[in-house]
């Protein structure tokens, strides 16, 4: 109490204190923003309307969100579903496997990964991938998995390099590092004890990971899992360059779609009428929403790991 | 604190000193991207004789309008004209600053630039999805004795909101009724087929690297890449190459009306070597900021002296002499001149 009177004490309190509440006050104001400058929209075309509606029309001045919700949770759950067993199996090789001498290069390599900047990736993309996934990638999965029943679906077209497949795969790439470093941290607090304990049970390495460190660990590589998500959600500029921003539904992974995120990149300079800008808002509003909501899932999912296996 | 309040005070200070004391000096405008490269050189070379500053933010034409309705910036540009009606009500004016076109070019093997021929009717058509294969007894029609293989159309568009695609649709809306009921114009649009590049050079990148596919793109991408640019037939009925000539042909017979504040597009222009698709970009004002009005009028004036030749070399096509007197007449009229 008495460190009160000291006036450098105060000053650093405010201070701190009014940092951290300026944070605060800085989402209630983006998210008001957003909120006012999408009302015309939400007005007109309400909230399952906007959702539901496919049409995305500047001319007709009429517009739905459906097309866009649908390229965001493709791209995103599709490079969920590449990247997890990739920075698994990454973690585990770095925690469990690797001798010393590979721990930090591999490692230092997997934060590089994180540290290019996102409109690398993209030009990458466009100029590099593309090209591979239209001319060897794509075709070769047309020829094997393509002439199945069902999910043969998927890979109907003309593999152009420009669809939901390619932007997934950069996608994946680009959330790797961060589901990788989470879970190695996760597996790093599988007690040592108990690793131990197995291992001179005469459990072999295969078996301590399955049973001791995966189960160990299952709620914070979940939680990264779900960080990951966020991150995917949100990814503007590589996606922009290799999606192709067509405002469609298909069925099949090698068509161009558009996702939130692109869509506001690409026309937000152009739009040019009230209600188009509205509805970009609006657009807006929905994935800072959904990237709200998916980053307290993680947050709740790490918080009941550290309480579980402090 | 005190300290502290006393040293943001001083920078808060400042920094109003530093903003007034060039305020007289700068020239704020924001819009179109499409014209950015040439008015940012125009703006180099003016300031080195004037010693005016330009600072141009090419955010697009849709925030370049809405920054001069608002009157944040000296002046907005915009690829696409304004009517005359929306000006009024905005209390803006509006004059044609440089002109651009756009050429739709292929990849198609063994059919080399300049070689295959294409009309309205094959064009709107084929970004409608209505004509598939190369081999279209249409397209066989205009272009006697090549040989057109028999392979699907990828069609390649924009995928971002931009006055490439303003001009572009725009020309479709007027040359086909039914291109301009199921779709219409504008910066972005609802296409019926095809794929969407981010950017010219998005496109560029397409149409290189798809075989069998059409894209369209600014005059300047076609040149310095090298694409294969189509010949078109124009409202003339003669088959004309993307040119300065043919771009120059078109501004020349384009009515620009001052009293309609230059609403105008060039598409399907009429004279007999026009470029059927091309528009000129746009520079609006805000009527009661008189002062800054003619800082910019001056700016505008040194370029259409001085500034030609910049423009050209930039691929650009700068205004007539005879359109260039009667923005000047424009000016004169509204006393900033």
């Known amino acids: 109490m008495r460190h009160k009177k000291n006036p450098v004490d105060l000053i650093f309190l405010l201070v701190s204190g009014l940092a951290s509440l300026s944070v605060i006050a800085l989402i209630v104001g983006i998210l008001f923003t957003l909120i006012s400058e999408s009302s015309l929209s939400i007005e007109k075309f309400g909230l399952w309307g906007f959702i539901s509606s496919t049409d995305w029309n500047p001319v007709k001045e009429s517009f739905g969100a459906a097309t866009n919700l649908f390229g965001t949770a493709i791209t995103t759950v599709l490079s969920i579903l590449i990247a997890v067993p990739v920075a698994i199996g990454i973690a585990i090789f770095v925690t469990e496997i690797a001798p010393n001498f590979l721990k930090g290069p591999i490692g230092a390599a997997i934060e590089l990964l994180a540290a290019i900047p996102s409109i690398i990736y993209g030009m990458w993309g466009l100029f590099t991938l593309a090209p591979i996934m239209a001319n060897y990638i794509e075709p070769a999965l047309q020829k094997s998995i393509g002439s199945l029943p069902l999910v043969g679906m998927l890979f109907e077209g003309t593999p152009m390099g420009i669809d939901l497949l390619t932007a997934s795969v950069i996608l994946s790439i680009m959330i790797i590092p961060f589901t990788a470093s989470i879970s190695r941290d996760a597996f790093n607090l599988t007690p040592a004890v108990i690793k131990e304990s197995a291992y001179a049970l005469g459990a072999t390495k295969w078996e301590v990971v399955r049973s001791i460190v995966l189960p160990y660990s299952k709620l914070g590589v979940f939680g990264g899992i779900v960080l990951s998500l966020g991150r995917a959600l949100g990814e503007t500029m590589a996606v922009a360059f290799v999606l192709g921003n067509n405002h469609q539904i298909t069925s099949s992974l090698f068509d161009a779609a558009a996702t939130i995120t692109v869509t506001l990149a690409n026309e937000f300079t152009e739009a040019d009428t009230d209600i188009y800008l509205s509805s970009l808002f609006y657009l807006a509003l929905l994935l800072f929403l959904m990237s709200f909501i998916i980053l307290a899932l993680a947050k709740f999912f790490i918080l009941k790991a550290e309480r579980k296996y402090p | ?337």
């Open chain 2, 1 to 337: 604190m005190n300290k502290i309040i006393s040293v943001f005070i001083g920078l808060a200070i400042s920094f109003l000193a530093f903003g007034s004391s060039f305020a007289g000096n700068t020239i704020n405008g924001a819009g179109a991207t499409f014209p950015y490269p040439v008015y940012s050189a125009w703006a180099y070379e003016y300031n080195k004789v004037s010693g005016v500053k330009l600072n141009y933010q090419s955010i697009g034409s849709g925030g370049g309008i809405r920054q001069i309705v608002n009157k944040t910036v000296d002046f907005g540009a915009s690829d696409a004209p304004l009517k005359p009606e929306e000006l009024k009500k905005n209390n803006l004016i509006q004059f044609p600053a440089v002109i651009g076109g756009v050429v739709p070019v292929v990849n198609i093997r063994g059919i080399k630039a300049g070689e295959l021929r294409l009309d309205s009717d094959i064009l709107s058509m084929i970004y409608l999805g209505e004509i598939n294969y190369w081999d279209n007894e249409k397209i066989k029609q205009i272009n006697p004795g090549k040989a057109l293989p028999h392979k699907e159309i990828t069609v390649v568009h924009r995928s971002d909101g931009s006055g490439t695609t303003a001009i572009f649709t725009d020309y479709l809306s007027v040359i086909s009724s039914d291109w301009k009921e199921k779709v219409g114009a504008g910066t972005s649009v609802k296409w019926p087929v095809g794929i969407g590049g981010k950017g010219n050079e998005g496109v560029a990148n397409y149409v290189k690297r798809l075989d069998y596919s059409i894209g369209y793109v600014e005059f300047a991408y076609a040149k310095q890449n090298s694409l294969a640019h189509t010949i078109l037939k124009n409202s003339a009925g003669q088959f004309v190459e993307p040119s300065f000539n043919s771009f120059k042909a078109a501004a020349d017979s384009g009515d620009f009306d001052p009293k309609k504040d230059f609403y105008l597009w060039l598409n399907n222009a009429p004279g007999k070597k026009a470029w059927p698709i091309a528009g000129a970009t746009f520079i609006l004002l805000a009527k009661e900021k008189k002062g800054s009005n003619i800082n910019v009028v001056k700016f505008y004036e040194w370029a259409f002296e001085k500034g030609d030749k910049t423009a050209e070399e930039l691929v650009y096509i700068p205004l007539p002499v005879s359109l260039k007197n009667k923005v000047r007449a424009y000016w004169k009229s509204y006393n900033i001149y």
